[in-house]
């Protein structure tokens, strides 16, 4: 499959997608709104362009030299992938039926394939949704081995106006693994779930009543109790956004700017990043960082070597390592479909274990955004995309699918 006829598939999986956003000015039904912009066709756009949405704030890169990323391009796209279904595709009939943006593959630090599809470019900043999770989770690794942050901590004592809601007495381990016990529904579609709240309070929706949440801060102060903290894994959105408030907290600086210090500015990104605010300035931490294809790849090439990257060090490679493996029991409760395909799945410390025993782990995120990091075959893979829909089992399995034939295919003697 050539690299013409890759991108033409993978442009007609979303019809109308080149049209969004057209002509000075564009017609009023291709112009990206609040209530459209994260649907098909206008999502890919939306996708590339999120400060011509919302309200942002950058990420410096600083001032140092941009670290290289060496190439050794190879053509991967006709390796084959098999499907739930059993039946037999290639990497790039993956790429085209999961509406990629951009797709880079690091093999021992060099670059083996980079593409862009959908009008993103090498300076596009693309929006991470979830993958902000794993980044901030990092920057809380790094808050622990500097000494700032207590695993075995309680919320409350680094952030005392939280004293009076659910998370009062959630640790920061709890944080880090997802395991609080409280009130919040993550369903996507439901207009009554907590989460809709968090896309209000975010400003990504519109508020409906004008009694919901002003601002993320609101939010979090407001959430009740529903269980003991600890029990088992429940992905939870808003735990990162607490995570963040005591990263700052401990800190002293908000969000953009501690990711800024602690990790932009050390791993060489290329291009500034930029975080989504809510009407407070509040970067929305779990889910509204933006970068560039190749700065995503810089920071998973950074995990990948335990934390050296660029000449530094940003934390222990212990804690590195401890992003690697978790525990599948409790990951299992209520996660049992994907763990039926991956038996030794958890999560840890903001990161989706893969496999604990081979420990390959990644950094996801709704729509198909992805950094995945398999240290046995020292691969780091980064897709972004614009799927139609949140989430999508078949494509995600596909997906890593995909990821562990191009380690069989790099890793073959």
């Given at each position: 499959?050539?690299?013409?006829?890759?991108?033409?598939?993978?442009?007609?999986?979303?019809?109308?997608?080149?049209?969004?956003?057209?002509?000075?000015?564009?017609?009023?039904?291709?112009?990206?709104?609040?209530?459209?912009?994260?649907?098909?066709?206008?999502?890919?756009?939306?996708?590339?362009?999120?400060?011509?949405?919302?309200?942002?704030?950058?990420?410096?890169?600083?001032?140092?030299?941009?670290?290289?990323?060496?190439?050794?391009?190879?053509?991967?796209?006709?390796?084959?992938?098999?499907?739930?279904?059993?039946?037999?595709?290639?990497?790039?009939?993956?790429?085209?039926?999961?509406?990629?943006?951009?797709?880079?593959?690091?093999?021992?630090?060099?670059?083996?394939?980079?593409?862009?599809?959908?009008?993103?470019?090498?300076?596009?900043?693309?929006?991470?949704?979830?993958?902000?999770?794993?980044?901030?989770?990092?920057?809380?690794?790094?808050?622990?081995?500097?000494?700032?942050?207590?695993?075995?901590?309680?919320?409350?004592?680094?952030?005392?106006?939280?004293?009076?809601?659910?998370?009062?007495?959630?640790?920061?381990?709890?944080?880090?693994?997802?395991?609080?016990?409280?009130?919040?529904?993550?369903?996507?579609?439901?207009?009554?779930?907590?989460?809709?709240?968090?896309?209000?309070?975010?400003?990504?929706?519109?508020?409906?009543?004008?009694?919901?949440?002003?601002?993320?801060?609101?939010?979090?102060?407001?959430?009740?109790?529903?269980?003991?903290?600890?029990?088992?894994?429940?992905?939870?959105?808003?735990?990162?956004?607490?995570?963040?408030?005591?990263?700052?907290?401990?800190?002293?600086?908000?969000?953009?700017?501690?990711?800024?210090?602690?990790?932009?500015?050390?791993?060489?990104?290329?291009?500034?990043?930029?975080?989504?605010?809510?009407?407070?300035?509040?970067?929305?931490?779990?889910?509204?960082?933006?970068?560039?294809?190749?700065?995503?790849?810089?920071?998973?090439?950074?995990?990948?070597?335990?934390?050296?990257?660029?000449?530094?060090?940003?934390?222990?490679?212990?804690?590195?390592?401890?992003?690697?493996?978790?525990d599948s029991d409790k990951f299992k409760v209520l996660y049992s479909e994907?763990?039926?395909?991956?038996?030794?799945?958890?999560?840890?410390?903001?990161?989706?274990?893969?496999?604990?025993?081979?420990?390959?782990?990644?950094?996801?995120?709704?729509?198909?955004?992805?950094?995945?990091?398999?240290?046995?075959?020292?691969?780091?893979?980064?897709?972004?995309?614009?799927?139609?829909?949140?989430?999508?089992?078949?494509?995600?399995?596909?997906?890593?699918?995909?990821?562990?034939?191009?380690?069989?295919?790099?890793?073959?003697?």
């Amino acid at each position: 499959m050539s690299s013409k006829s890759l991108k033409d598939l993978a442009n007609e999986t979303l019809p109308g997608a080149g049209e969004v956003m057209q002509g000075t000015p564009p017609p009023v039904d291709k112009r990206v709104t609040l209530e459209n912009w994260d649907t098909p066709p206008f999502i890919s756009w939306s996708f590339q362009n999120m400060a011509q949405i919302f309200p942002v704030v950058s990420v410096s890169r600083g001032k140092g030299p941009v670290a290289r990323l060496d190439q050794n391009l190879q053509d991967l796209t006709g390796i084959s992938v098999t499907r739930l279904d059993n039946s037999q595709t290639t990497v790039g009939g993956v790429l085209a039926d999961t509406n990629t943006d951009g797709f880079l593959v690091l093999h021992k630090g060099e670059i083996i394939t980079e593409e862009y599809f959908g009008g993103m470019t090498a300076d596009t900043l693309h929006l991470a949704q979830s993958v902000s999770k794993s980044i901030v989770g990092t920057l809380a690794g790094i808050f622990l081995n500097s000494g700032l942050l207590d695993l075995g901590a309680r919320v409350q004592t680094y952030v005392p106006e939280l004293a009076n809601s659910g998370y009062a007495n959630a640790t920061i381990k709890n944080l880090l693994n997802m395991q609080t016990g409280v009130q919040f529904n993550e369903d996507y579609t439901d207009p009554d779930a907590e989460f809709a709240l968090l896309d209000m309070a975010a400003g990504w929706k519109d508020r409906i009543t004008g009694t919901e949440p002003e601002t993320i801060y609101d939010l979090l102060v407001s959430i009740a109790e529903d269980r003991r903290h600890g029990e088992y894994f429940q992905y939870r959105s808003i735990d990162t956004d607490v995570l963040a408030w005591v990263c700052e907290r401990v800190g002293g600086a908000r969000l953009a700017e501690l990711i800024s210090r602690e990790i932009w500015s050390k791993i060489g990104a290329e291009k500034d990043a930029l975080f989504t605010t809510d009407k407070a300035g509040t970067s929305l931490a779990d889910g509204g960082f933006n970068a560039t294809l190749r700065d995503f790849a810089r920071f998973g090439q950074m995990h990948l070597q335990m934390g050296r990257f660029n000449d530094q060090q940003l934390a222990s490679t212990e804690w590195f390592r401890s992003c690697r493996s978790g525990d599948s029991d409790k990951f299992k409760v209520l996660y049992s479909e994907f763990a039926e395909h991956y038996p030794r799945a958890a999560y840890a410390n903001q990161w989706w274990v893969v496999d604990s025993e081979r420990e390959m782990y990644a950094a996801r995120g709704v729509f198909g955004q992805l950094i995945c990091i398999d240290p046995a075959t020292e691969l780091v893979v980064v897709k972004l995309s614009s799927w139609a829909n949140f989430l999508d089992f078949d494509r995600n399995i596909h997906t890593h699918r995909m990821i562990e034939a191009i380690a069989n295919y790099l890793d073959a003697p």
